[in-house]
């Protein structure tokens, strides 16, 4: 059986992008694969989290994960640093990643952009500790939206490596995967761009459906087509987008067509786009409630997700060490 893998960095509440992206078919796949699904906590330590923040930070990600569908008993869903197999496979694998190729991924470079005073070698090995994270269980299928598609590259690239230095065939080749359609991605509400987590242009699936009105509201848009066949600018578009994931095809179509005669009005694309975000977030956001504060509950479902987890990964471990040379004495 194909063994399926997904992971978020537990730096802040997930948001639509998230959902679209990596969570949604996962959902529907989960009792079809053996599937892992975890929570990247040391990822975030990259941007240096407050040591008060950090559980909390898990907690949440975990409550918003399971608020979604997934089913801790037919997946496997851990806390990434419950499982020291990874950093140790972490370990073996930079030895085999070149200063070269870290410094030329987009997304080191995107971030040395943004925190130029914290430009850290946990950020320029970042795709290493992701193909830990996807190799430690040989994973083949990995569900991401489109930003993380070069981190899978990446990803590829180490297996392969790994297996032709050592003349072996440990680690098959991960690949990124949305269940048979496109890699997506989910726009912000400020006109340019993805949504995420820190540019505050997100829709949560934890927010409340007054805010969410009010941002949708204040969402960027142009003046209008003024011809029909006008062509669609970009913050148009990703309402077009957004829509599409959370309305119905006849809503696009209704305001696509509205557009294409010059009788649309953006208020009431808003209004309608509004709505439909809160009919498809409130569930989740109230099971979100339930969830959070059950710390018996999200107890037992991480240590469950340890030991599952660690079972497998040591299993990997042993077999890497093993071509790479270590031996008891
Ligand atoms: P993170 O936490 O930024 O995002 C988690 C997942 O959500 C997807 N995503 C989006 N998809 C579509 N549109 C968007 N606007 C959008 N924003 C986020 C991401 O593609 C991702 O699938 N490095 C990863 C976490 C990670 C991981 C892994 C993922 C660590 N190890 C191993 C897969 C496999 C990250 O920061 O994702």
């Given at each position: 059986?194909?063994?399926?893998?997904?992971?978020?960095?537990?730096?802040g509440n997930l948001h639509l992008g998230n959902y679209f992206?990596?969570?949604?078919?996962?959902?529907?796949?989960?009792?079809?694969?053996?599937?892992?699904?975890?929570?990247?906590?040391?990822?975030?330590?990259?941007?240096?989290?407050?040591?008060?923040?950090?559980?909390?930070?898990?907690?949440?990600?975990?409550?918003e994960?399971?608020a979604t569908?997934?089913?801790?008993?037919?997946?496997?869903?851990?806390?990434?640093?419950?499982?020291?197999?990874?950093?140790?496979?972490?370990?073996?694998?930079?030895?085999?990643?070149?200063?070269?190729?870290?410094?030329?991924?987009?997304?080191?470079?995107?971030?040395?952009?943004?925190?130029?005073?914290?430009?850290?070698?946990?950020?320029?090995?970042?795709?290493?500790?992701?193909?830990?994270?996807?190799?430690?269980?040989?994973?083949?299928?990995?569900?991401?939206?489109?930003?993380?598609?070069?981190?899978?590259?990446?990803?590829?690239?180490?297996?392969?490596?790994?297996?032709?230095?050592?003349?072996?065939?440990?680690?098959?080749?991960?690949?990124?995967?949305?269940?048979?359609?496109?890699?997506?991605?989910i726009p912000g509400l400020d006109g340019?761009?993805?949504m995420g987590k820190?540019d505050g242009n997100g829709i949560y699936l934890a927010e409340d459906p007054k805010s969410i009105r009010k941002k949708v509201m204040a969402a960027v848009t142009?003046?209008?087509?003024?011809?029909?066949?006008?062509?669609?600018?970009?913050p148009?578009?990703n309402l077009f987008t957004l829509l599409e994931v959370v309305s119905?095809?006849?809503t696009?179509?209704?305001?696509?067509?509205?557009?294409?005669?010059?009788?649309?009005?953006y208020g009431d694309l808003k209004k309608q786009l509004a709505e439909d975000i809160i009919r498809f977030t409130e569930p989740i956001r109230e099971r979100i409630v339930?969830?959070?504060?059950?710390?018996?509950?999200?107890?037992?479902?991480?240590?469950?997700?340890?030991?599952?987890?660690?079972?497998?990964?040591?299993?990997?471990?042993?077999?890497?060490?093993?071509?790479?040379?270590?031996?008891?004495?």
């Amino acid at each position: 059986m194909e063994t399926v893998l997904s992971g978020i960095r537990s730096t802040g509440n997930l948001h639509l992008g998230n959902y679209f992206g990596a969570i949604k078919n996962f959902v529907k796949m989960q009792h079809e694969y053996r599937c892992f699904f975890f929570i990247a906590d040391y990822h975030s330590l990259t941007t240096h989290p407050k040591p008060a923040d950090l559980h909390d930070n898990v907690r949440q990600v975990l409550a918003e994960y399971l608020a979604t569908g997934l089913d801790p008993e037919a997946a496997t869903l851990y806390v990434q640093s419950d499982v020291p197999e990874i950093p140790e496979l972490y370990l073996m694998l930079n030895m085999n990643a070149y200063l070269g190729e870290l410094e030329r991924t987009t997304t080191f470079k995107d971030k040395a952009r943004q925190q130029p005073d914290n430009v850290n070698a946990g950020l320029l090995t970042y795709p290493v500790l992701m193909a830990a994270d996807i190799i430690i269980h040989k994973a083949t299928k990995v569900p991401v939206g489109k930003d993380q598609e070069q981190n899978l590259e990446m990803a590829r690239k180490f297996a392969r490596r790994f297996n032709t230095m050592y003349g072996v065939e440990v680690f098959p080749e991960p690949e990124a995967f949305n269940f048979g359609e496109q890699l997506v991605k989910i726009p912000g509400l400020d006109g340019t761009g993805k949504m995420g987590k820190s540019d505050g242009n997100g829709i949560y699936l934890a927010e409340d459906p007054k805010s969410i009105r009010k941002k949708v509201m204040a969402a960027v848009t142009d003046s209008g087509p003024t011809v029909p066949g006008s062509p669609v600018s970009e913050p148009i578009q990703n309402l077009f987008t957004l829509l599409e994931v959370v309305s119905t095809p006849d809503t696009l179509a209704h305001f696509q067509a509205a557009y294409a005669d010059c009788t649309i009005r953006y208020g009431d694309l808003k209004k309608q786009l509004a709505e439909d975000i809160i009919r498809f977030t409130e569930p989740i956001r109230e099971r979100i409630v339930s969830i959070r504060d059950d710390r018996e509950y999200l107890g037992k479902v991480v240590r469950m997700g340890a030991e599952k987890a660690r079972a497998s990964a040591s299993q990997t471990l042993r077999e890497v060490r093993e071509t790479i040379g270590f031996k008891p004495f």
